[in-house]
């Protein structure tokens, strides 16, 4: 939701807040790979129970997945490969951090926050697979009313501030319902498209 409703703007907001990024060139692909890092780093405080630790370096490693695609567009260097490694590491980072955080209620022995968590990985894998698989067929697939910044950013604040088992609920409820909704869209454009070509067929076998 928030992707959809201020994507247009990011960048130009990027570019008056943080003008140093842009004043030399930066391979986006390190800036990626930099956001991997920190997150795995993230990944490892949450198993080790450093919860508020785990949820700023979240919000760290967010900051450079939001920005290498600001700079590759600035500098013109946006590749195929480029999107490709953003969109892939956002699947892996997305399960170190909820691997991070079932482990640590897996030590602290609260078997109903590891089932939860699983929850939320699962549902947080699906949200993402449904659109990756539906836009080989429907472009500018997407929507729902909990995407990957919403997802993200409700862990970081639930870590921060203490509410994280509240964090999860809210997650796990909203990417299952943005799981059922992705797979309604995509029934109902798919079905759109198998009319047209039905209509083309007929039309040319006519």
Do not use: C
Request: charged residues 20%; proline residues 2%.
């Amino acid at each position: 939701m928030i992707k959809a409703k201020f994507g247009d703007r990011l960048d130009g907001w990027i570019h008056a807040a943080l003008p140093f990024l842009f004043r030399r060139r930066i391979d986006p692909n390190f800036l990626t790979l930099l956001g991997l890092a920190i997150s795995l780093v993230a990944s490892v405080a949450f198993a080790g129970g450093w919860l508020r630790s785990g949820g700023v370096l979240i919000l760290v490693g967010g900051f450079f997945d939001l920005v290498d695609g600001v700079v590759a567009r600035h500098h013109g260097t946006s590749s195929t490969f480029g999107a490709f490694l953003d969109s892939t590491l956002d699947r892996l980072v997305d399960m170190l951090l909820l691997l991070g955080i079932l482990m640590h209620f897996a030590v602290v022995d609260r078997p109903g926050g590891v089932l939860l968590s699983g929850v939320v990985l699962v549902a947080s894998v699906m949200t993402s697979y449904a659109k990756a698989r539906a836009e080989r067929y429907v472009p500018d697939f997407g929507g729902g009313v909990l995407e990957r910044g919403e997802r993200v950013g409700l862990l970081a604040a639930g870590a921060i501030l203490g509410f994280l088992v509240l964090a999860l609920w809210i997650v796990a409820i909203g990417a299952t319902i943005t799981v059922i909704q992705r797979f309604l869209l995509a029934r109902r454009e798919m079905e759109r498209l198998d009319a047209a070509a039905r209509a083309d067929a007929a039309e040319q076998g006519g």
